[in-house]
């Protein structure tokens, strides 16, 4: 993951929290392991957190503790990220008391985030910091035409914010506020973990609400900075409660995703119907026609043409290649130049050097086509390697499995495959051979010598009109 660091001036840390159940989700994967843009939602807080230059994380979780802990150890093999268990999940201010121990002597500033916002950006905390750098408490805000479920951000006579109400346990007149708590924090060590220790349970939820902070910072009075958050920058900040709120974050990532190609100068027929991983790299004058998929860690190289309806996952597409429409590749490699589908589909560990051309119902697997070399039509080459400007015929099969293991195929440069040929793996063709239309090829073919296994065709002359002439006959008489 990039870990570009976006300069901040005191030292900061980051709990995030993420021991809840995610219930409304209905899934028994966490909610927080969900993936938008090809990355697990924790995950992107995870990023835009050590991007904003926050280097010490600490991740409260609970549910599906080991689960969340082996995906973020897999993904951020370097980070400082401590952990700190919630085992029963008592509330927000509960969980960030569970993160004390993780971050004892820490004396800088703590970001409080939620591992359920996942489009939240680096820029936004850099923003926050820019704007607030001393106060000891920032509380993020927005507005909301309908705030529904937000806590409400209640404002004395000259607007500073002294609580935060719960919608569960607002009065009338405090529901009507439409401006929100974000669940988004800066606090200083010192503040927080004094305040946490006042925090009672005496609310609707009978839970320690994180929220009961301002009350206390206000009582302190301690300069308490609200911003409230609009357009984009809200949007940021929404969280992901069940598979809607999901369908529509993969869809803002995607949008954001399919703008930073746009103007890195790639071209997007219609990028609304464009599906990409956060890993995957394009590179510019690339053209993207409508309804692909470009997905895990696929590296795109400049001039390639995608056209519509392919689907690609790990590949890299060297300078200038075409995919034509409906191609289905994975784990392949595509040199430059070269030209594959309609309808293609290359498997894992194929490699397709500069110029190579694979056609329209043509699947590879585990093989490598050498420069220049084709297999324009209806083929299946697996475990094989097909020499420079080899030419393999329509109906060409590599029969590279017999029940037990798979065989080898090697063919060499500028050998000729015709139609319909078998090779029946383990099996060498070598260089400049010639395999006649419709040979089963079990022994090796010598370089430059003729294979075929064709039975003689046999002519019986006027047969076909005798025999029409008898059935026409028989038809009559019935
Ligand atoms: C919280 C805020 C609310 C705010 C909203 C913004 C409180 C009391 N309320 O409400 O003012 O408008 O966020 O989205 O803080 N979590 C734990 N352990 C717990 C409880 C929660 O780790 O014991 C985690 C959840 O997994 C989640 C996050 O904390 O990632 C927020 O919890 P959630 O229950 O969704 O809070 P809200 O009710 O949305
Ligand atoms: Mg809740």
């Known amino acids: 993951m990039s870990q570009e660091n976006i300069q901040q001036a005191k030292p900061s840390a980051a709990i995030i929290m993420a021991a809840g ?37 600490v991740i409260v979780i609970g549910h599906q503790s080991e689960a969340v802990q082996s995906c973020v150890q897999k ?30 002597g820490f004396e800088g500033q703590v970001w409080i985030l939620s591992g359920d916002v996942p489009t939240l950006g680096a820029e936004l905390l850099a923003n926050i910091n820019q704007e607030y750098p001393t106060h000891p408490l920032v509380v993020t805000g927005m507005k909301l035409a309908e705030p529904k479920a937000y806590g409400r951000l209640l404002k004395d006579q000259v607007g500073g914010l002294y609580a935060i109400r719960e919608a569960k346990d607002c009065q009338a007149h405090e529901l009507k506020v439409d401006e929100v708590n974000a669940g988004l924090y800066r606090v200083d060590a010192q503040l927080l973990f004094a ?36 357009g984009e920058q809200a949007e940021q900040l929404e969280g992901v409660n069940d598979r809607i709120d999901l369908a529509r974050a993969e869809s803002r990532a995607q949008a954001h995703l399919a703008q930073k190609l746009m103007r890195a100068g790639v071209t997007l027929l219609r990028p609304e119907t464009l599906r990409l991983s956060e890993s995957v790299s394009v590179q510019q004058d690339v053209l993207i026609e409508e ?29 200038g290649a075409v ?60 475990d094989a390697i097909i020499g420079s400007k080899a030419n393999i015929g329509a109906g060409t099969i590599t029969c590279n499995y017999d029940g037990y293991q798979k065989h080898r195929t090697e063919i060499g440069a500028g050998a000729f495959i015709g139609s319909d040929t078998q090779l029946v793996a383990p099996v060498v063709v070598g260089e400049g051979a010639f395999v006649a239309a419709g040979t089963t090829v079990s022994q090796d073919v010598p370089a430059h010598s003729l294979a075929l296994t064709r039975p003689q065709t046999i002519h019986k002359e006027a047969w076909a009109e005798n025999f029409h002439t008898k059935m026409k006959a028989l038809k009559e008489q019935k």
């Open 75 to 104: 993904l951020f093999p370097q980070a400082d990220i401590r952990w700190a268990i919630q085992a029963e999940q008592k509330g927000t201010a509960h969980a960030v008391m569970c993160a004390e121990e993780a971050l004892y």
């Open 323 to 382: 995919i034509k429409a409906f191609s289905h590749l994975e784990g392949a490699q595509v040199g430059s130049k070269a030209q594959v589908g309609p309808f293609a589909r290359l498997r894992e560990g194929t490699i397709l050097e500069a110029q190579v051309k694979v056609g329209n119902f043509v699947e590879t697997k585990k093989t490598r086509l050498e420069e220049g070399a084709k297999a324009s039509h209806l083929s299946y080459l697996g």
């Open 291 to 319: 309804d692909v998929t470009l997905i895990g860690h696929s590296q795109i190289s400049s001039h390639v043409v995608i056209e519509r309806g392919c689907w690609i996952k790990d590949c890299v597409i060297e300078n």
């Open 21 to 57: 159940k995610g219930t409304r989700m209905r899934s028994s994967l966490s909610k927080v392991l969900h993936e938008v843009a090809g990355i697990p939602m924790i995950a992107r807080v995870i990023s835009a957190t050590l991007q904003a230059g926050i280097s010490r994380v």
């Open 195 to 230: 305040g946490l220790k006042t925090i009672q349970t005496d609310n609707a939820q009978g839970e320690y609400y994180l929220t009961d902070l301002v009350d206390f910072a206000y009582q302190q009075k301690v300069e308490i900075a609200c911003p409230i958050l609009q």
